[in-house]
């Protein structure tokens, strides 16, 4: 009996890790990871930091963008 819950515990395991790496598309990865899903949830802080701190961190880089592509179509 015992080597019946073994193979059935392993194969929840797998089920549940293909389970994982098959996400139907890299939206729901960056959604956490703006949400800050990934930071300690216990301390409001971190959590709020981590957010402030992506959603900057985006802005700057789409700032950046748009100066380069500014920049260049007006002939630097």
């Not at 293909?18 to 990865?29: F, I, K, L, N, Y």
């Not at 990871?33 to 971190?46: F, I, N, P, Q, S």
């Not at 709020?48 to 700057?60: D, H, V």
């Amino acid at each position: 009996m015992g080597r019946d819950d073994d193979r059935k515990a392993e194969s929840q395991r797998i089920i549940g890790r293909v389970g994982t790496e098959s996400e139907p598309t890299m939206a729901g990865r960056v959604k956490d990871h703006m949400t800050g899903r990934d930071a300690e949830e216990k301390d409001w802080a971190e959590l709020w930091g981590t957010r402030i701190g992506r959603w900057f961190g985006l802005a700057l880089l789409l700032y950046l963008v748009w100066w380069l592509i500014d920049f260049t179509a007006s002939g630097g």
